[in-house]
């Protein structure tokens, strides 16, 4: 890709686009620290490095809000789900739709876990499970839903929110369907989405992560449990794939023919300027199983005090090529995405 000239550092024509979630709620946590913090959720993080590319030429700008800036030339969005910011997603693309916009509206649309079947359904070697938006406060309403839409056992159900595997479960058969009814998401919007099995010969189920700079894919990492849901929760098998295994396969999946190609459709069809994909992976049969895919999904992680050696060289590896592409990106706005 051609460099463009870089963003002046002299005025402020650009905006950081920030927002109050649709429901008008805030998080509060306490920091590595131990101080108490503001949390948002389905956010983009930006790393110390955007930040300091964006500040001298961007104002931030929290919807809703007054005194709206004139004169912007670009706008940076941070809110990634539709769901959660689907008011504050319109109100950008109403008054800023005439210039580029980093992560566009209409790609977070586009992306919304139930509209992703269409959007990359049918890539070879690429298993896109069937996922579909419900409400329900009955067991038989459950019921009717599963039977209309040809699920088979088992399922999964989510709150259309949530990330990070909360509020999340698996429906093994009829006698699990009162489980999705005694939580606190009861009566709000769930996904349910077709489980597909991809644990390997010896138990493993392996998640890897594939981050997308203006479609462009990065391994970012794999994660592996002994469990379908595999998240950071510390194990023998994830301690043990970590120290030794994670990076000798990473290295071979980015020689995988099939993984590439999975890759380069991803990378073509999701119309998003930063976004992740975990896919299920079982390499000895082939298999690639597509988890999720948008803006979300958490592409870079906070620095750590007092790191080791080993993972500071891990964070080199898989972590910097994919923040260094997304820094560089940023001071291109003429690059970014414009979907239809």
Known sequence: MTRTTKMPSTAKPGLIFRAIPDDGTAGLGYSRRGQPEYRQRNVMGLPKDAQ??????????????????????????????AD????????????????????H??????TVRDRVPALLGGIPDLTVPKTIRTRFRTVAELEQVFADN???FPVLIRPVELQGGVGLLRIDGPQDWEDALYTRFHGQ?????????????????????????GGQPYLRHIKVGPSWMVHNTPSDIANDFE????????DALRGDTRLVAICDQIGQRVPLDLFAADIGINPGSGQFVLFEANASVSVFFPERENETPERLLRRDLLQAPAEAAFVDLLQRPDQWRRPA
Request: charged share 25%.
């Open 52 to 81: 300091s590319v964006l500040s001298p030429c961007a104002v931030d700008y929290w919807y809703p809000g007054d005194d709206v800036p004139h004169g912007i030339e670009w706008v940076v969005n941070t809110c990634t789900d």
């Open 84 to 103: 959660s910011f689907g008011r504050a997603l319109d109100w950008l693309e109403d008054k800023f739709g005439t210039v580029p916009i980093f992560n």
């Open 105 to 110: 509206p209409k790609g977070i649309r586009a």
């Open 150 to 152: 040809g699920f088979a």
């Open 189 to 213: 919007e769930h996904f349910m989405t077709q489980f597909v099995e991809s644990a390997t010969d010896a138990g493993e189920y392996r998640k890897l992560r594939v981050a997308f700079v």
């Open 243 to 250: 120290a030794t295994r994670e990076l000798p396969m990473i």
